[in-house]
């Protein structure tokens, strides 16, 4: 009998998925729904199979939603996380698996017990990161275990870049996901253990903690703490380890330039700006500046004492930006984030023949008895091939793809809500990721 898989959202991380579901949907019996609310770009990704449709989907509407995960079997959200909550109640309603590549809700974990004692599965955080991550990770700290190694430090970094060939700008960056999440990354508080002492950092200090990572042919990169990597000190089962921290990749200089817009308070969204019309962007920079002679530039660049150089020149990434230019906003209402994040999506944006780049890396120093202690760095790079077949979508969408196929075929007996840090979900996955090129270098080198 085959099985149905309804996947909720279509986007820019889907691409990878669908092609590698319809790959094997013959093979496999599997007979997929594809639900967005826009359909004209997956019509040509089916290519006429008969093992798959499309649906327009209405994610507000709950009848409708409801109506697709009950008519199928495994469920894969790739809707805005605060839809997933909706989804997974359906689920357990209709009594259907469900998949994720987004960080598990306090609803889903809380769902726990109910969701195993209904003989389902809600499988969350298995994507790039949540997901690679934790499978890459934790097959090394096991395999550490297996060698009675004492780990003393592991450090963790992921970032969505783009490739050194099409790296055209002075901010080294171009979108690969979603561009609201990228203006809006890393606001609250981040927490890490270091020395074995917690540790906070405040989003007001984020983009000025960083730390930098060299990589062999790649050069430099700068990492700034994720929100929270304390909860996976249980998860990982790192209750012994005195350092573990969870953090994103920029390149080098992004992290400096990106905190003036956050000290701005360019990257705000709890108030909505009114414009006159015929505001321009140097208005609404103007705005933000105290009384004063001088350019923007100089005014900014007095406010906020920075000290320019040839390695990292801030001004020249704000003014290329064109926060600077006297040309007129194009949106009357909008929060400060949004008007960032309407500049950005036309400056970051990729090109049509562009790669991403998705730079993955692990570092654990650790002590095997009769050994010196020693530092193993296992990093990740992937490159897309195109705007369209990206490292992004290829590596948040294959591991989804995957698991998907070994809950289809009856592989998987674990219930209840998790993420893939148990040994019977990472090692075939990792090692079908290995056949598609998805493949961690390790070097082990002195602390």
Known sequence: MSKKILLLGAGRSSGA?????????????????????????????????TNANAVVLNAADPYQTSDLVKENDIVISLLPPAMHDTVAALCLEHKKHMLTASY??????????????????????????????????????????????????????????????????????????????????????????????????????????????????YGTFASYANRDSLQYIELYGLDDVK????????????????????????????????????????????????????????????????????KVNVLEKLEWLGLFDKTPIPLRQATPAQLLQHLLESKWKMGADDKDMVVMVHEF???????????LISSLVVKGDNASHTAMAKTVGLPIGIFARQLASGKVSLRGVHIPVMPEVYEPVLSELRERGVVFEEKITKP
């Open 243 to 310: 350092t573990v921290l969870r953090a994103t990749l920029r390149r080098e200089g992004f992290a400096k330039a990106w905190n003036v817009l956050l000290q701005l308070g360019l990257t705000d969204d709890t108030y909505v700006i009114d414009f006159a019309h015929g505001a321009t962007w140097a208005d609404w920079i103007e705005a933000y500046l105290p009384e004063g002679r001088g350019s923007l530039q100089k005014r900014i660049s007095k406010l906020l004492n920075l000290k320019e150089g040839k």
């Open 104 to 217: 598990l809700s306090e609803y889903m974990k809380k769902s726990s017990k109910e969701v195993e004692a209904n003989g389902l599965l809600f499988m969350g955080e298995i994507g790039l990161d949540p997901g690679i991550d934790h499978m890459s990770a934790m097959q090394i700290i096991q395999r550490l275990r297996n060698e009675n190694a004492r780990i003393g430090s592991f450090k963790s970094s992921t970032g969505g870049l783009v490739a050194p060939e099409n790296d055209t700008n002075p901010w080294h960056y171009k979108i690969t996901w979603n561009p609201r999440n990228v203006v809006l990354a890393g606001q609250g508080t981040a927490r890490y253990r270091e020395n074995g002492k917690i540790k906070f950092i405040p989003y007001s200090r984020l983009f000025k903690q960083i730390e930098y990572i060299e990589l062999d042919n």
């Open 365 to 375: 120093v650790y002590k095997v008895k009769g050994r010196p202690r020693e530092k």
């Open 17 to 49: 998925l669908i092609d590698y579901l319809l790959e094997h949907a013959a093979q496999d019996e599997l007979q997929l729904t594809i639900a967005d609310q826009s359909i004209d770009h997956i019509r040509e990704r089916l290519h006429g199979n």
